[in-house]
């Protein structure tokens, strides 16, 4: 939810902060609730609820679509980040574990450190719920269910999960409602109750949802270690100077070779590069640049970067360099061609390259493909950087070669019922149609429907001089979501 207020207030005004607002993702049956806001769990709503059975009760709900894939890029680079507490840290579905032992001192203890965790995501526009237990599973439990900055020790922390409701072992939903059932609807009573009848109930349960597993890891019983990826490869090249200098460019080619030498070994080529100056007085300055397809060419790497170092303001001086590779793809070692020819493409890539570092990445673009129902949208401009020229493609109905954007509004001066117009008028001309096919309907596409939004009935039209038109009916009488239907030109078939 944090990340989505931060995006949109960038694009347009937020909601009121007492308006109910959920982002939806796709359910089984229809789409769910991945996220409330706080005035909505003010009002009961809970994450996984029918979006549907939600609007039916809170009329003003405020929906809209969440970034799944988009927020867990962001949970993998926030777990990285938090490794400035601590080693060892591990992104989940929803939240960050992080192995702090031995750490905590570092900080002027735990609750110290703790209080410079919340200020630090705050910093960042993210608000955490953090706590602190002995084992990873109690940690889990006290921060989703527990107080805000809950401090829990080993010897105290069966009798810290007690009151905590049984859900707080992420347990799946059904097995929440078996031990509720059972009158066991806290942790503590789950724990007192004699294992012997439950191990025999719960004996085939998988143990990532066995609440006797979990609640033994939980409370120190068994083992829980935390299995923290490593970083991943960084390729840095640097250079320190014996004294403060102004002018980088000297140093460029050896970073360069240092670092295309560096890719080569790991048989990855570079795709985004960033140059940086360190200065005497303690500031930096760094620019970065972009290339159209993954790169080694040390000679390369300097025509771009020398371009953004115009300008770059060095103060007093500065004494440390670095050229580094923030994006990388593989790119396997290759022969040149025998015949001594050039490689055309990599020519090409070349050329976009220092045309974007020169003038941007939004001012040199091609075409690219999207995903749109509606046929204007189907085609876009894209960055160079950021995706492929658009492609042959297979449809599975005729397209004309030419289409309108926008789509030209046409007169009816007669229509045919359930078809299209039989006489009409488009650019001040009247048609007379001969024959048509249709209708295809397209309807709106559901995560940019609004109030208003219609469908669409599309017709091949052929006309008394021979042309054929795609006009398509905005709107269907009786639709409640406007006046009568109108009708365009969308395109001309060739």
């Given at each position: 939810?944090?990340?989505w ?37 003010g009002?009961?709503?809970t ?38 507490w ?17 750490a ?92 012997v ?7 085939g ?42 002018d980088?460019?000297p ?13 080569a ?34 000679a ?7 371009g ?11 004494d440390l ?6 994006r990388?793809?593989?790119l396997?070692?290759?022969?040149d ?6 490689d ?12 974007t ?11 690219a ?16 950087l ?9 449809v ?32 001040r001309?009247a ?63 060739g």
């Amino acid at each position: 939810m944090d990340r989505w207020r931060r995006i949109t207030a960038q694009q347009r005004t937020l909601p009121a902060e007492d308006a109910p607002v959920v982002l939806a993702a796709a359910g089984t049956h229809g789409p769910v609730v991945h996220a409330v806001n706080a005035a909505g769990v003010g009002r009961g709503i809970t994450v996984g609820a029918r979006v549907v059975d939600v609007q039916a009760i809170h009329p003003d709900l405020h929906v809209e679509q969440a970034d799944v894939s988009g927020d867990q890029a962001l949970l993998k680079r926030v777990a990285l980040w938090a490794r400035r507490w601590c080693p060892w840290t591990v992104a989940e579905q929803d939240g960050i574990l992080m192995d702090v032992r031995g750490a905590a001192h570092l900080f002027g203890g735990e609750a110290q450190m703790l209080r410079d965790m919340h200020t630090r995501f705050a910093m960042q526009g993210l608000s955490a719920r953090l706590a602190l237990a002995p084992t990873r599973g109690a940690a889990q439990m006290l921060a989703r269910f527990g107080a805000q900055g809950v401090i829990c020790g080993a010897e105290d922390v069966g009798q810290v999960l007690a009151p905590l409701p049984v859900a707080a072992l992420r347990l799946p939903s059904d097995t929440v409602r078996l031990l509720e059932r059972l009158g066991l609807r806290t942790v503590g009573a789950l724990a007192d109750v004699p294992r012997v009848g439950l191990m025999r109930r719960f004996s085939g349960v998988a143990e990532a949802v066995n609440p006797l597993v979990l609640l033994d890891r939980a409370l120190g019983r068994s083992a829980d270690p935390l299995d923290a990826p490593a970083e991943g490869a960084v390729y840095l090249a640097r250079v320190r100077m014996a004294e403060p200098v102004v002018d980088p460019v000297p140093w460029l080619d050896g970073l360069a070779e240092d670092l295309a030498a560096q890719l080569a070994e790991a048989e990855q080529g570079a795709r985004r590069l960033r140059i940086t100056i360190y200065r005497v007085d303690g500031e930096w300055r760094s620019r970065d640049v972009s290339t159209a397809r993954a790169s080694r060419d040390a000679a390369h790497f300097v025509r771009l970067v020398a371009g953004k170092l115009e300008g770059l303001d060095a103060g007093f001086g500065f004494d440390l360099m670095t050229l580094e590779a923030l994006r990388v793809e593989p790119l396997v070692l290759h022969q040149d061609r025998l015949d001594g020819s050039r490689d055309a493409g990599a020519d090409v890539a070349a050329l976009l390259d220092r045309l974007t570092a020169k003038l941007g990445p939004s001012k040199v673009t091609w075409d690219a493909w999207v995903q749109s129902h509606k046929p204007e949208r189907v085609e876009g401009r894209v960055s160079v950087l950021a995706g492929v020229p658009a492609g042959d493609v297979e449809v599975a109905r005729e397209r004309p070669l030419r289409l309108f954007d926008p789509a030209e509004e046409v007169a009816v001066l007669y229509a045919v019922p359930e078809g299209p117009p039989a006489r009409f008028r488009w650019r001040r001309v009247a048609f007379l149609m001969t024959r048509f096919e249709g209708p295809e309907r397209i309807a709106p596409e559901w995560w940019r429907d609004r109030s208003g939004t219609r469908l669409r009935d599309y017709y091949k039209v052929e006309v008394t001089d021979g042309r054929r038109l795609w006009l398509f009916r905005e709107g269907v009488v009786g639709d409640a979501r406007g006046g009568d239907p109108r009708w365009f030109v969308q395109g001309v078939f060739g």
